[in-house]
Nanobody, 123 residues
Framework: VQLQASGGGLVQAGGSLRLSCAASGFPFDDFAIGWFRQAPGKEREFVAGISRSEAITFYADSVRGRFTISRNDAKNSVSLQMNSLQSTDTAVYFC?????????????????WGQGTQVTVSS
């Protein structure tokens, strides 16, 4: 089982990044997917989630309207488009997979985790 997150980097405030998460080793289309982030000294927090099948999405209040999560089951991948980035978005971003139809906002309810990708937004 592998979840490989990529696409992080350094960007100025107001800029955009697109994160990708490539999955392998499990039936991807049976899993809901979530993106979480963790800033230094802070707990891991939910960012966005997408269900399986109907691809229902949900966002944390702090990113709603700026971030968009999408999935491509044919390619076993999930993306997170991040626009209007702010310094408060600086964190390591993780993708996670949950063997249930719908996403969760709670980290311990996810079964598999990627290694994380660093996003740094300079003000």
């Amino acid at each position: 089982v592998q979840l490989q997150a990529s696409g992080g980097g350094l960007v100025q405030a107001g800029g955009s990044l697109r994160l990708s998460c490539a999955a392998s080793g499990f039936p991807f289309d049976d899993f809901a997917i979530g993106w979480f982030r963790q800033a230094p000294g802070k707990e891991r927090e939910f960012v966005a989630g997408i269900s399986r099948s109907e691809a229902i999405t949900f966002y944390a209040d702090s990113v709603r309207g700026r971030f968009t999560i999408s999935r491509n089951d044919a390619k076993n991948s999930v993306s997170l488009q991040m626009n209007s980035l702010q310094s408060t978005d600086t964190a390591v971003y993780f993708c996670a997979a949950r063997a249930m139809p719908y996403y969760s906002t709670v980290p311990y309810e996810f079964d598999y985790w990627g290694q994380g990708t660093q996003v740094t937004v300079s003000s």
